[in-house]
């Protein structure tokens, strides 16, 4: 049996999917990047954003989604830089995607 969804209710879904997702992210300064968007047992890094809008996301977070949904990797980019507009407040220019995190989205501790 097929559904037809609309975009806008797609979007809906998949904000609410990032809702519980990703709910108990916390804001924290960067190192390299503005803010990085962590879970607070420091060990799963999943967004970074600079100042000049650039908002950089986690491949695993946008592989799955577009497995699971079933819709292409450039429409989650899109998907995920709303969610995070309207999460966040902060304005997304240029999204990209991250493989490996290493120092890219390394929280500041002070050292």
Known sequence: MKYLITENRLNDIIF???????????????KYLDFIFAFPNGGNNVLGWKKSGDLFIKDELIMEISSFFGIKN????RIISKWFEDKYNLKVMNTSRVKWWSRVLVENRGF
């Open 74 to 77: 450039d429409n989650t980019l």
């Open 16 to 30: 609410k999917y990032l809702d519980e997702k990703l709910d108990g992210i916390e804001k924290k300064k960067g």
